[in-house]
């Protein structure tokens, strides 16, 4: 049988010549023009990129004959656009179907539209063709007009495709497109279509297979009686019961009984027992339909993104819903109700307004970390890939250091807007994304496994399975999309990072062998000076402290490290040593330091939120409502209080009340997110899947949608501060590095070679604190999110390879 109906196959060089389909092939080249007879098509570029060419250059001209005709710009605009070539093409696909060679043939000229006869079967069958590829269209009369779209190469090699194949990939083209199947395309194409292949296959008359199909057709199942019926579902019916002929025709029946209706030929017809498959061109219609939403219905999904926006904002939800009431209660009780509804719809208002001025923000912003990142790419693709003009990405490049650039001011310019490009998308996109795919995936995964053993059993389990198979593999690929700049972000800080450290080892052996013969008691009195330092702890308002133990905890031990060893043996070596007689430390003192500034801190970021709260857009559009609503009533003037921020009992304790409830619920939160995921990392260390370099195959760790939103809000959370060290370890590196380069004092027991010391051991400390910062963030949250989503994701993508689809 031939899949399309008998019709011989033709192709446009075919029909023409291969000269011009070579012209065709050519890029930004549309069909002008056809003359059939001679061979002859008129090809040229595209309008749009005519007028690409032609802007700058029309621009003046355009101007000139606008001021001369006022009618210019008002004909432009409903100008009819030209129609395309579609239909001449049809004529000559026809002619050659039709005569084959037309100049061998003695035809002079291509049929004319009314010397072709649509009810024809090759020629309906031609007309459908085009009309699926969107180059004719039906009119009023069942005749074919051209279209507006232009005709090019990927448009010909559709209609090529859709001529050459079979009548049910037609068909899905209409039904993909959401159009209507033309009438008499079930009995001109799609029945002969079915019926060659029954005749062929089962060897039986063509009067036993038409009956034998009329009653698949007629069957409650298949139920295919006009064109409308022509679904996939009935479609894939019709095939499993094809299937199921040519499997129960090698049993038939030797002896039957007339009476029966049934013969070798035509046998009574089973109810099928196999398995429902999908052919290649199922396929292509459910991925179609997938990729185009038309499975998926938008209310719904628009419900499923609300819902993950709410399990994500529940606390500033609750936080807001409890302000709007509160406030709404007490206005309406002072002003006798109507204060209430003028709040209410100024809070309304202030909120839209509110929301669309932070969505530009965040637009403005995105597209500015983007042009970050993607600036960086380009220098790097300018640098090391074979082709200079494409970008790198910044992953494949294995020496980071090769983005600094030594002869400029910032060498680590490139470095910087990388990481700080990669950690705004991440925290604003990508780890949303990121975790509202993983949770996608997780049900996905779920109904896979439901769907998996019995989608065979019916047409609709079937397409369901392929269907949740298409998104699957969206789903994939989006999350590694989604990934890309968090990966970027972790991988950079990490690759910058371990160039710092091989940096630091290089830097720190000159300026360590001062200290190597140094008493303890100097060495007690140098480091305890430089650890109380400012910039080391960042409590300026402390009194001195003994600091020694507090350096061991963060200098760690660590095989084949240098630096830390001997700063470790020496600052041992200085306690051991301690004079017993030395002056303790006033711990007290500096505890009660401590929280008289967090209460003063506390009490000028409330101050400041309160008159800030109380000049709010929201807060000015209530009170100029309030103020012209008492001109209009008593006449009254406004005043100038409206834009002071008077403080009145009332609203000071509504406000210290909400304030202190939105710290307190915040902390909460955030020490429920710390503990829920250190308890999942705990979990996942106990199974052996914990370590952020493991390469060991993940193991089924179940997580619930609270788990993966605490390690979002965490992995967000240190985000920032994970660039900050980073950041911050560069500039220390740099202050150390130009404080190597700088010579000592001569003289070692003068002020200025203690000095001299002092800021080297200051430095040190503060770039092992540092470091040591930077690894808590990486093997807790921001690394444990980033090995966790990995890990989830190679988990799904196993599962994904074990489920058997037909392709």
């Not at 949303?432 to 996905?444: G, S, W, Y």
């Not at 003994?546 to 630096?563: A, K, R, Y």
């Not at 930077?774 to 390879?801: C, P, T």
Request: aromatic share 8%.
């Amino acid at each position: 049988m031939r899949p399309n109906n008998g019709i011989r196959p033709v192709r446009f060089s075919q029909v023409f010549n291969q000269k011009a389909w070579d012209q065709l092939c050519q890029k930004n080249v549309t069909l002008k023009h056809i003359d059939f007879p001679s061979r002859q098509v008129d090809i040229a570029l595209s309008e749009c990129v005519i007028r690409k060419k032609a802007r700058h250059t029309s621009r003046l001209t355009d101007r000139k004959v606008a001021r001369g005709n006022t009618f210019v710009w008002f004909s432009r605009l409903f100008r009819r656009r030209r129609q395309n070539v579609g239909r001449k093409l049809f004529n000559a696909y026809a002619t050659f179907l039709t005569h084959g060679d037309p100049v061998s043939d003695g035809i002079e000229g291509v049929h004319a539209s009314g010397e072709i006869d649509l009810n024809q079967p090759e020629h309906f069958r031609l007309g459908c063709a085009f009309v699926a590829a969107g180059a004719c269209r039906w009119n009023g009369n069942g005749e074919l007009d051209s279209t507006e779209q232009v005709i090019d190469r990927g448009m010909v090699d559709r209609i090529d495709a859709l001529i050459n194949g079979s009548c049910t990939r037609l068909a899905y083209e209409f039904i993909a497109q959401n159009k209507s199947l033309p009438k008499g395309f079930l009995q001109q194409i799609f029945v002969p279509h079915f019926l060659d292949g029954i005749v062929n296959q089962a060897s039986m008359p063509e009067t036993e297979g038409r009956s034998v199909l009329e009653d698949i057709l007629a069957s409650p199942a298949v139920n295919i009686t006009g064109e409308a019926d022509i679904t996939l579902e009935h479609v894939m019916e019709l095939k499993n019961r094809l299937l199921q002929m040519g499997l129960w025709q090698r049993e038939a029946p030797e002896h039957v009984t007339p009476s029966a209706g049934a013969s070798v030929a035509r046998p009574r017809l089973p109810v099928p027992q196999s398995r429902y498959q999908c052919d290649s061109e199922d396929l292509w219609l459910i991925r179609y339909q997938v990729e185009h939403h038309r499975f998926l219905k938008f209310a719904s999904d628009f419900a499923h993104r609300i819902r993950q926006w709410a399990q994500r904002n529940k606390r500033i939800i609750g936080l807001e819903v409890v302000e709007v009431v509160t406030v709404g209660i007490i206005t309406g009780i002072t002003t006798g109700g109507i204060g209430a509804a003028v709040y209410l719809g100024s809070r309304v208002i202030f909120k839209m307004i509110q929301v669309g001025i932070q969505a530009a923000i965040a637009a403005v912003r995105s597209a500015f970390s983007r042009r970050k990142v993607d600036r960086v790419e380009a220098e790097l693709g300018h640098r090391f890939a074979q082709d200079g003009s494409q970008s790198l990405d910044s992953r494949e490049v294995k020496d980071i250091a090769s983005l600094d650039n030594p002869g400029e001011d910032d060498p680590h310019r490139n470095i910087r807007q990388l990481l700080d490009g990669t950690e705004y998308l991440s925290r604003e996109h990508s780890l949303t994304n990121m975790t509202n795919l993983l949770l996608d995936m997780k049900n996905l995964s779920d109904d896979l496994n439901r769907l998996q053993f019995r989608a065979g059993d019916s047409v609709a389990d079937s397409i369901r399975l392929q269907k949740l198979y298409t998104l699957a593999l969206q789903h994939s690929a989006r999350f590694d999309e989604s990934a890309k700049d968090y990966d970027k972000m972790v991988v950079a800080g990490v690759q910058k990072v371990s160039a710092l450290n091989s940096q630091f080892e290089r830097v720190f052996k000159p300026l360590w062998e001062p200290f190597r013969e140094l008493p303890d008691d100097r060495i007690d009195a140098i480091f305890n000076e430089a650890a109380n330092h400012s910039s080391v702890k960042g409590r300026w308002y402390l009194t001195r402290e003994d600091c020694l133990h507090w350096i061991q905890t963060i200098v760690p031990e660590e095989p084949g490290n240098l630096s830390s060893r001997l700063i470790r043996e020496r600052i041992g070596q200085a306690i051991i040593g301690r004079d017993t007689a030395r002056d303790s430390v006033n711990v007290s003192s500096n505890k009660a330091r401590c929280k008289v500034v967090k209460v003063a801190l506390f009490g000028g970021k409330l101050a400041f939120s309160y008159a800030w709260g109380r000049i709010k857009p929201y807060r000015m559009i209530n009170q100029i409502l309030e103020v012209l609503g008492n001109h209009l009533e008593r006449g009254t003037r406004p005043g100038i209080d409206l834009f002071k921020p008077i403080v009145t009992p009332i609203w000071a304790g509504v406000f210290v009340f909400l304030y202190v409830a939105d710290k307190v619920t915040c902390y909460i939160n955030n020490k429920r997110n710390r503990r829920r995921s250190r308890d999942i990392q705990r979990r996942v260390n106990a199974s052996g899947d914990g370590a952020v370099h493991n390469t060991k195959a993940p193991t089924n760790i179940s997580l619930s949608v609270d788990d993966w939103q605490a390690m979002r809000r965490q992995a967000k959370h240190l985000s920032i501060d994970y660039i900050k060290t980073v950041k911050r370890l560069i500039r220390v590196l740099d202050t150390l590095s130009e404080h190597a380069n700088v010579k000592p004092p001569t003289d070692p027991y003068s002020l200025e070679y203690q000095d001299y010391l002092v800021k080297t051991a200051t430095c040190m400390l503060r770039y092992k604190m540092l470091m040591r910062e930077l690894e808590s963030q990486l093997y807790g949250s921001v690394g444990f999110m980033h090995h966790m989503g990995v890990q989830h994701k190679l988990r799904f993508d196993q599962r994904l390879r074990c489920i058997q689809i037909a392709e």
